[in-house]
């Protein structure tokens, strides 16, 4: 591969002897998969698209040399490595969890692909992997074993702090995770610090930290996929990692790249560019798709952000026996596409068939490509590559121009992989409304879209008694003999489980597994019976399964966390066609009222179970289980309402009271002072009081004694007038 060299008398170069490589790489990979055939379609294809841009820098001189000159990354990259000392950074932003995988015959030996199928997986959510290298001051300050929980918090902050750089240099989607639920832990968004490993025989060990946001935060909004994967934002300096990496030295104003090329910077109609966020958010697929669709167990769309730092870029110098300082920076997208339906078209003479016609956007950008008129690579990238797996039973007979490699078939293909060279087009560019393959069935098989799972992992919670009850959670890692029956080794399975202590009180003691195997026990439907004792019945006369106790495994390890957490590591071997079953008793937790969210009656997502299977030499595949939405007893949140309503008429009624008092008295105090009175003692006013009292009887009496001397008067003179 040529490499784009920079020497002192280059404008990328350093001083001296000292010289720097930059690559840059582009590639789409289609997989197209048969869906359900009907009477009038007798069969029909959907597509799975990987898109990635990679941008790797290499040094003769460590990290520290590198910083201090101009090379394509920017210094917020630079900056960013050398202050957290990383190893690796792994951002995923994905609408649903990878909790399975089918068997992938066409890929076993493309190891570029099974990487980038890799990085597509993750949990549900916005997920963000960093691993740290242990520095020589850091080894110091955590050997002691009193340390260890100060080690843990150290990393916490660190990794708070990283979250916080990468939001403030705009390479972290601002819209789609609020940091503060990763620092605060208020939304059970756990950070889960690892134990130091080294796997690799480097001279410091990597310390990884990972959490993750719920799936709400999985947005897929403008802002983040900027950030994430564009490199001009919708305003100036919005610029993510794709201006940061110099998006394989291009110019910025110009629409060159993939992601670039492809895709808009805006959601404006007067785009000539799509969207991707309507891609991502599914509304790119047709209207009418097959019934098996949803049956396919990746339905995943995802975003992500690979920062790979090699281990001599920290090291004080670099010798002739060691490897070259490399950072690399890989952005890539993955969606599903529905294709069109195919159409009767003449095979020769009077034969016809059905046969699909499809252009470079039909593949790529499905049925939302109006107004996208061509694809412009790089035309400074090492590569530029578009890979097309097509199944087994299909033929697709490419274009001419479209840069197909080693092309000894005049463009027919039977099935497998078909490659090209997007640097070889003409011009520069590719028309995506042209013709770039016709796409036919030459073989009668059963394309109903429905296949079995190879791998597979869930993780489930039970409450019998209501949805804020005590409970049990069910953790499951199986292995499907029917997606490999070529392949019978066992698989190595490196499961991770984390049990909240603040949403939940597990209760450790009632741990217990069992191990089902035979009988289709592999299958992702299966459904184990009730007790281990019916497994000797007929009903399971080819299923056998045993409990497994902690001690029987390769490899455990339980941890606990001062909050009540529980962090459980296990390593098992799993035969074909069987299961490992997990469940652990918990209680309710009742939870302080400042720990609830917002939305307290939705539920607390909680961190999702992690299995690695791995098969002899095979890549390692990784797995994550859909997030726990787990309901903690909830109060009657109108009750406080309540209560501080009747208090406050309380208060107001016994302050109102005193108020009034305290007004009158200091009113009648103000009065006396202004007309220089004094004020009377109390026994002087109950004296006047009791005068006042004797003087009304007083005159009451009197008025009595008038008139009765007056109505003897009138009698006496009435007498007299008689006689």
């Known amino acids: 591969m040529d490499s784009t060299t920079c020497t002192s008398n280059r ?94 015959n066409d890929i076993h030996n493309d190891v570029e692909q099974l990487l980038r199928e890799e990085r597509a997986r993750g949990p549900s959510g916005t997920s963000v992997l960093a691993s740290f290298i242990e520095t020589e001051n850091e080894v110091e300050n955590h050997s002691n074993k009193n340390s260890k929980r100060q080690s843990k918090d150290d990393y916490r902050y660190k990794y708070a702090s990283l979250l916080r750089y990468l939001l403030d240099n705009n390479l ?7 940091l503060d639920s990763v620092r605060v832990r208020k939304h059970g968004h756990s950070t889960i610090v690892q134990p130091p490993k080294n796997e690799t025989k480097a001279k410091n060990n990597i310390v990884e930290v990972e959490s993750f946001l719920a799936a709400d935060a999985a947005t897929f909004c403008n802002p983040g996929i900027h950030a994430l994967l564009l490199s001009k934002g919708a305003k100036t300096g919005e610029g993510g990692w794709g201006a940061a990496a110099n998006n394989g030295a291009c110019h910025p104003d110009e629409n060159w790249g993939l992601f670039d090329s492809l895709f808009s910077s805006s959601s404006s109609s007067l785009s000539s560019s799509v969207v991707l966020s309507d891609l991502l958010l599914r509304s790119s697929l047709d209207s009418v798709l097959p019934s ?49 339906s195919p159409t009767l078209q003449h095979a020769g003479g009077n034969e016809q068939r059905h046969a699909l016609n499809l252009s470079l956007g039909d593949v790529i950008l499905g049925n939302k490509r109006e107004g996208s008129k061509a694809w ?66 030459n073989e009668q098989g059963s394309n109903d879209g429905i296949s079995s799972s190879k791998f597979g992992i869930s993780r489930t919670v039970q ?26 080794a066992s ?3 490196e499961s991770f ?14 741990l217990r597994m069992v191990l ?65 079953w997990m469940m652990v008793d918990f209680d309710e937790a009742y939870l302080p009222f400042q720990k609830f969210p917002a939305d307290a009656n939705r539920g607390i997502d909680a961190f999702p179970s992690r299995a690695r299977f791995s098969i002899e030499a095979a890549t390692p595949i990784t797995l994550y289980s859909s997030s726990l939405l787990l309901l903690p007893p909830v109060p009657d949140m109108s009750m406080p309402f309540n209560v501080i309503s009747l208090s406050c008429t309380l208060w107001a009624f016994v302050l109102g009271s005193l108020l009034n008092i305290l007004v009158k008295r200091a009113t009648e105090s103000v009065k006396t002072d202004f007309t220089g009175e004094k004020e009377k003692r109390p026994i002087d006013k109950l004296k006047e009081k009791f005068k006042d009292k004797i003087g009304r009887l007083k005159s009451v009496f009197r008025k009595e004694a008038k008139a009765n001397a007056a109505t003897n008067t009138d009698e006496s003179a009435e007498m007299d007038a008689n006689k």
Request: with cysteine; aromatic share 8%; hydrophobic share 30%.
């Open 11 to 104: 404008p990328l170069g350093a001083t001296g002897a000292d010289q720097y490589s930059y690559f840059h790489d582009e590639s789409a990979t289609i997989k197209l998969y048969p869906a359900a055939s009907t009477s009038s379609r007798p069969w029909s294809m959907n597509a799975r698209v990987y898109l990635e841009s990679s941008s790797t820098l290499k040094s003769t001189t460590p990290l520290a040399g590198v910083e201090q000159t101009h090379t394509p990354f920017s210094d917020s990259v630079l900056k960013l490595i050398s202050r957290y000392s990383l190893r690796r950074l792994l951002i995923r932003v994905g609408d649903v969890a990878s909790t399975s995988i089918t068997d992938n």
């Open 172 to 178: 972290f989607p601002p819209c789609g995770a609020p």
């Open 292 to 340: 098996s669709w949803e049956s396919k167990p990746n339905k995943r769309h995802s975003i992500w952000i690979d920062l790979d730092v090699s281990d001599s870029c920290y090291h004080s110098q670099i010798g002739q026996e060691e490897d070259e300082c490399m950072i690399r920076v890989t952005r890539g997208a993955s969606y599903q596409i529905g294709l069109p």
């Open 376 to 441: 412009y690579p790089c035309p400074l990238s090492d590569s530029s590559k578009i890979s097309l797996y097509t199944p087994t039973g299909f033929t697709n007979k490419v274009a001419a121009g479209t840069g197909l490699i080693n092309n000894d078939t005049n463009g027919n293909i039977h099935g497998g992989k078909s490659e090209f060279n997007a640097l070889t087009w003409q011009n520069g560019y590719f028309d995506l409304g042209a013709l770039w393959t016709q796409l036919y069935q």
């Open 463 to 488: 409450r019998p008694l209501g949805l804020s009850s005590i409970g049990t959670i069910v953790s499951v890692f199986r292995y499907d003999q029917t997606a490999s029956q070529h392949n019978s």
């Open 491 to 493: 698989v190595k399975v």
């Open 497 to 510: 489980d984390m049990l909240p202590g603040a949403l939940i009180k597990p209760k450790i003691h009632t």
């Open 516 to 580: 089902y195997e035979g009988g289709g026990a592999g299958r992702d439907r299966f459904i184990p019976p009730l007790n281990t004792n019916e497994c000797s019945s007929n009903r399971y006369s080819s299923l056998r399964c045993s409990e497994v106790m902690l001690s029987d495994l390769k490899d455990h390890n339980l941890l606990l966390n001062p909050d009540g957490t529980w962090l459980i590591e296990r390593t098992v071997m799993l035969n074909p066609d069987s299961s490992l």
